[in-house]
Structures are given as structure tokens and as C-alpha cells.
């Protein structure tokens, strides 16, 4: 499946860039994340306890930084898997400046699998646009802390 | 697979479901027809540490009609609707929406309030719940509140209820004779939840010149949405077949779907095309009828 | 620990007291508490129909509830439509047009099908296959069951 959208950032591209590369930023903004610990450097080890209305699931998985081109792009590889099913994916994450905003945008690969695919198909694809959403008014809000 | 443990209580009255829910808060889901909760129990998708059985408030199951609205409490089977002769003569384009939700043996267990309360995406009772502008009656610990249906549906599988509050009853306007209306659904299969589904209302006046139309699409976003620009397109006009192409054209761009497995979003926008307009023919027929 | 409940039910005209624990789903409590191996489990998320028996005489998917839920219910599976060792004119059609391969779905079929014919006795081969989509078959193709219940229909009106 695939996703993709963008999101406006009022700062330089250097600044996001460093937000999005700082561990703590990460962990306050991705949706139901309890912990996030770095195994190795651009390697972190994730627990999210994420859902929505009844169903609610706790996931354990990577999350990895590749590629990365400071100030530009980097790509991001993750896995997790809970007791509902399991989530593979991978994003190409892109900044560019605009004026006084920095555009972030980022396209990429999902699949979704286990049981909450078999009861959520036609609802997998919003809800992971709506938690892309969450995460980045959340860094938003960082961003003005 | 079977489902996690848990505490299981019944409630007999609306009060007492109400304290439960109280106490349990977060832990609790209440459980009506199970139509919906129950598979993702038993798949454990859902986990509830508690199950609140309301099926025995019987003070929720009921039909009438009050003045000029359609009374439905929240407990009433889809089966009964379909049965009820209220429902079929004063509220068809419910029973149509109804007889089409799966197959006989969930609509004999299925709630008109569980639907609602439950919020999926590709389900019939919400679409025509937004065509009817019904309004939806809650009640908590706090007293009551009437809800219309941009305020209680917010998202996937999520309405506006709090925690403690339980869904009683759903008002329907009953539609003026000479109403037309239709109710359609695009399925692969009968009975699979639908890629997407058109409740049409048009309310005429003389001469055929149709006041004011009504047009909900669901499996286009995470709730039903109403098409109005295509409304507007309706409105004070005699409905001629062009004007329905170009509803349906509006109507198409009103809806933001998302690709899934079943449908990829350029076939649900074009999907929404087609059934708006098939709907809309449909309903300027029944008008016609009377 | 959830208690064990205490719940009667009746179950093709025969009453039985049993102990469960709530979450036992209404068709594991037929088969493995009263041993009644008649009515199937085949995808338990209510899609497949095969779990499907009659609860005060509506027909629902038994793998969709929970026993407790039966509590004071009156219940009849497939095993009840045969009456002194002798097959409901249904079954006996069944029989006769191959209605069944591997028998899976089948006391799905029958349950439902037993429903449409009470309360329409005289259906359209259009009825029929409305009743019996609910509940899914991969061996017949759903012909022969169409034409069982052509045959038994005539014969249930006593024909």
C-alpha cells in the first residue's frame, strides 16, 4: 500500500532537519510510542501501544535511519509486530525550503498484515494517514517548544 | 481464536449500564448484537477487561412514531426494522438501507445502535443516518445530549461518546409524501461491506422542480460525507438526466478515498460518480411514483 | 479470573444446566459442553455462516455470541430437525440433489434454509439464494443446494 503526503513546517530546513533527527522529538510525537531506544547509531528499537476505539494493540519494533543526506532526505525502514499483526514499511522523507517554511514530504511503501488486516482492510489506509498527522502536529508542536 | 478473559455484568436498566460504564471507564465496552465487537474479540484485535451486556434493557427496544418523527430506541434488531410496518411505510429508504446490511443471521442480532456506536466506514445505517439528518440521543452521568450526525460520527470506528455514555434512541424526520428517494450500494459480493454507498433524498415541490436534495456517500473517508455542492447543483431545479451526470461529477469530487486492498481511490472517486447518478435516477423515480 | 456463570438453556426441545466461563463462545459451548458436534466452527469472525443455529427461532452465528448471552434461550441446531431417526424432508432433499460434498457448511444450510422456509414457504429460486449467500460452500457451488430446497419446499407444504 502506498503513502504518501506532506506537512509545513514554519522554520529553516537546517532546524527541521535537526528536529527530526533528535531521538526525543521522535519519541514525544510517534502515536502511542512508550519507549524508543537507540540499539546502534540510526537503529532504534520502538514500543508502541497504538489503536483506535476498541482495538488496541501493543507493538514492538525497529525503526531504522538510512541513506541520510543532511539537510535533505534520508529514508526510513521499520517493522513492528503485535499480538493483532504485524506492520512492514519504508519512506523516503524529503525537506525543501520554501520562502520562511520548510516543506516536509514523504512517499513510501506499507504493508500490513495479521489479523487486523483481515478485519481492517478498508480502514488501514486512512488510519495510517491520520496517525501520519498526529506525528507531524506533533513535532509541529515541538518545534515551538 | 478465542477471546482474552473478562468480567462480564449485565445491565436491565439505561442507569445501571451508565454506573458500570462509570466504574469500568476505559476497561469496559459494552456489547449489543456483538455483530461487530465479537469478531475482534475473538481475534483478539479487541481486548476489553470488561463486557457490559445491555441486551436486557428492554426499555430500548422500540418503534414509534412521535409527532412527526420516527422513534427508534437504540436496542432495536435490524430485522425488526425491516419487519416494522412504521419503518416501511413511514421511513422506506432505512428499510432499504437495513436490507442490505450482510445477511439475515447478523441483521437477527444487529442493533440500530450498535451500527451507530460502532462507526465503521463501509457500514449502511450511518449513510442514511446522514441523508436524514436523524439525530442521534445520548445519555450520561451528566444528563443528556441530542447529537446531529457531524457531531457524533468524528472518524474510524469513532464517535463523539464519552466513556460513559450510551447511546438510547435515534430520531427520524419522517420525509413528506411525494419524497423521492433511493438507497444504493456498489458490493462484489451481497452482504460485503460495500466500496461505496449513496443515500439520495429529494424533496419536490409542483411542476417536478425538486426543493432541496440531499445526498450522503459513504466509504469515501473515514466517515459519511454529504455531497452538497451536488445538492446545491439540485436545488430549486427540475432534475433532468444532465443535471444528474453533473451532480454525480460534483459528488465525485467531493469525496476523498483512500487505495485499500478492496478499491483503489481513482475507482471509489469514479465509483461515487456512477452511484450518485444511478441514485439519483432512482429517487426522481420513486418521487415520480409518489 | 472471570467467575463461571450458571446458565439453562434449551436445546432442541431439551433443557440443560451448565457452568461457563463468559467468554466461552455460544458455539463452543454446543460442541464441547453439551456435545453437540452438529453445528461447525469454520472462520469465527461470523463470516462463514457454518456456526449458524436458530436462538428463539431466529436464525444466528453461534460463534458471534457468548453462551452467557444464551442464558433462558431456546435453541435448535442442526441435529434437531431430525425427528425419531427419521430426516427432515430438507435433509432427505439434500441428500437426493448432492446438496452437500464435505458437509462443512452444511448444517449452515440447513438452518438457514429451514428459517426461509417457515417464513416463506413458497420461495423464488431468487429467495433462496439470497438465504443461503450468508453462508459460504466451496464444494457445490450452491446449484444443488438451490435445488434442494426447490424440492423440499413443495413437500414441507405437504404437497
Excluded at chain 2, 81 to 88: A, K, N
Excluded at chain 2, 179 to 198: K, N, P, Q
Excluded at chain 2, 279 to 287: F, H, S, V, W
Amino acid at each position: 500500500m502506498k503513502i504518501e503526503g506532506k506537512y509545513k513546517f514554519l522554520a529553516s530546513q537546517e532546524h527541521i532537519w535537526d528536529l527530526f533527527m533528535d531521538q526525543k522529538n521522535l519519541e514525544k510525537a510517534i502515536p502511542g510510542c512508550e519507549k524508543m531506544e537507540e540499539r546502534e547509531p540510526g537503529k532504534y528499537d520502538v514500543l508502541l501501544k497504538i489503536g483506535i476505539a476498541a482495538i488496541k494493540g501493543t507493538y514492538t519494533g525497529k525503526v531504522e535511519v538510512v541513506d541520510p543526506e543532511p539537510p535533505n532526505r534520508y529514508r526510513l525502514l521499520g517493522e513492528g509486530s503485535g499480538s493483532p499483526g504485524f506492520v512492514k514499511g519504508e519512506a523516503t522523507i524529503e525537506f525543501s525550503q520554501e520562502g520562511q517554511h520548510t516543506i516536509v514530504s514523504y512517499q513510501g511503501d506499507m504493508q500490513v498484515g495479521g489479523l487486523i488486516a483481515g478485519i481492517g482492510q478498508r480502514m488501514i489506509g486512512g488510519i495510517a494517514k491520520m496517525m501520519a498527522g498526529q506525528f507531524f502536529k506533533k513535532m509541529a508542536k515541538q518545534l515551538k517548544s | 481464536m478465542k477471546p482474552s478473559a473478562f468480567e462480564y455484568y449485565t445491565a436491565s436498566t439505561v442507569a445501571e449500564a451508565i454506573d458500570l460504564l462509570e466504574r469500568y471507564e476505559d476497561e469496559a465496552k459494552i456489547i449489543a448484537g456483538g455483530q461487530s465487537l465479537v469478531p475482534m474479540m475473538n481475534f483478539r484485535v479487541a481486548q476489553p477487561e470488561v463486557l457490559i451486556d445491555i441486551n436486557g434493557i428492554k426499555e430500548l427496544d422500540y418503534i414509534r412514531q412521535e409527532d412527526d418523527e420516527i422513534v427508534i430506541g437504540a436496542l432495536t434488531r435490524e430485522t425488526d426494522l425491516e419487519l416494522s410496518p412504521l419503518v416501511q411505510e413511514r421511513c422506506p429508504i432505512l428499510l432499504k438501507a437495513v436490507s442490505l446490511i450482510g445477511h439475515a443471521s447478523i441483521r437477527n442480532r444487529g442493533t440500530i445502535g450498535g451500527s451507530l456506536v460502532h462507526a465503521d466506514p463501509a457500514a449502511e445505517i450511518p449513510v442514511a443516518i446522514y441523508g436524514l439528518d436523524a439525530k442521534m440521543r445520548v445519555v450520561g452521568p451528566s444528563g443528556e445530549r441530542t447529537l446531529e450526525p457531524e457531531e457524533f460520527f468524528l472518524s474510524y470506528l469513532t464517535t463523539s461518546l464519552e466513556p460513559s455514555e450510551i447511546l438510547v434512541e435515534v430520531r427520524i424526520p419522517v420525509l413528506p409524501q411525494k419524497t423521492g428517494w433511493s438507497f444504493v450500494e456498489l458490493t462484489r459480493r451481497r452482504g460485503d461491506f460495500y466500496i461505496v454507498a449513496v443515500a439520495s433524498i429529494l424533496f419536490m415541490e409542483k411542476g417536478g422542480v425538486c426543493k432541496e436534495a440531499r445526498i450522503s456517500v459513504g466509504g469515501v473517508g473515514p466517515t459519511p460525507i454529504r455531497a452538497e455542492e451536488a445538492e446545491e447543483l439540485l436545488a430549486g431545479q427540475v432534475i433532468t438526466d444532465e443535471l444528474i451526470k453533473k451532480a454525480g461529477q460534483k459528488a465525485a469530487e467531493a469525496a476523498d478515498p483512500e487505495s485499500d486492498y478492496h478499491a483503489s481511490a481513482e475507482y471509489r472517486r469514479d465509483m461515487t460518480r456512477v452511484f450518485v447518478q444511478r441514485g439519483l435516477t432512482e429517487a426522481r423515480n420513486t418521487a415520480k411514483g409518489g | 479470573m472471570a467467575e463461571r456463570r450458571r446458565i439453562t438453556v434449551k436445546v432442541n426441545g431439551v433443557e440443560y444446566e451448565r457452568e461457563v466461563d463468559p467468554k466461552r463462545l455460544l458455539v463452543d459451548f454446543l460442541r464441547d459442553d453439551l456435545e453437540l458436534i452438529g453445528t461447525h466452527v469454520g472462520c469465527e469472525h461470523g463470516f462463514c455462516g457454518a456456526c449458524t443455529v436458530l436462538l428463539n427461532g431466529r436464525s444466528i452465528r453461534s460463534c458471534l455470541m457468548f453462551a452467557v448471552q444464551a442464558d433462558g434461550a431456546e435453541i435448535m441446531t442442526v441435529e434437531g430437525l431430525a425427528e425419531d431417526g427419521k430426516l427432515h424432508p430438507l435433509q432427505e432433499a439434500f441428500r437426493e440433489h448432492h446438496a452437500l460434498q464435505c458437509g462443512f457448511c452444511t448444517p449452515g444450510m440447513l438452518i438457514v434454509t429451514y428459517e426461509l422456509l417457515k417464513e416463506n414457504p413458497d420461495p423464488t429460486e431468487e429467495e433462496i439464494r439470497l438465504a443461503v449467500a450468508g453462508v459460504l460452500c466451496r464444494c457445490t457451488g450452491y446449484k444443488q443446494i438451490v435445488d434442494a430446497v426447490m424440492a423440499a419446499a413443495p413437500k414441507m407444504r405437504g404437497k
